[in-house]
């Protein structure tokens, strides 16, 4: 089992910037295939983004490319969700996956049913 823990939520304006994080304790990150998801209420849960094992390469739905980024921190076993320019429609739970088998070092998954483990989530909100 991978337990992960999300922080780094909150209230922010429009236009605002959050840094979400995600970790974990007793494993490495790195050796995961980690990926965010969101869901707002009444919604399907729905990808954000990922980042391959290596951390060499990253994938975002369309909605939020341009403006989040993924990276890795090894170092310090953590995995980070940097939000820029936020709209009140990224108003969501946020939550960090982590998917264990992968295709290659280099693959991102999408869907929900791919990831293997979830965090709690971490909620967001955006005021206009």
């Known amino acids: 089992q991978v337990q992960l823990v999300e922080s780094g939520g909150g209230l922010v304006q429009a236009g605002g910037s959050l840094r979400l994080s995600c970790t974990t304790s007793g494993r490495t990150l790195s050796n995961y295939v980690m990926g965010w998801f969101r869901q707002a209420p009444g919604k399907e849960r729905e990808f954000v983004g990922g980042i391959s094992r290596n951390g060499g390469r990253t994938f975002y739905t369309d909605p939020v490319k341009g403006r989040f980024t993924i990276y890795r921190d090894r170092a310090e076993n953590m995995v980070y969700l940097e939000m820029n320019s936020l709209k009140p429609e990224d108003a969501a739970t946020y939550y960090c996956?982590?998917?264990?088998?992968?295709?290659?070092?280099?693959?991102?998954?999408?869907?929900?049913?791919?990831?293997?483990?979830w965090g709690q989530g971490t909620l967001v909100t955006v005021s206009s």
């Open positions: 996956t982590a998917k264990g088998q992968a295709y290659s070092d280099t693959y991102v998954y999408t869907g929900v049913s791919e990831y293997d483990f």
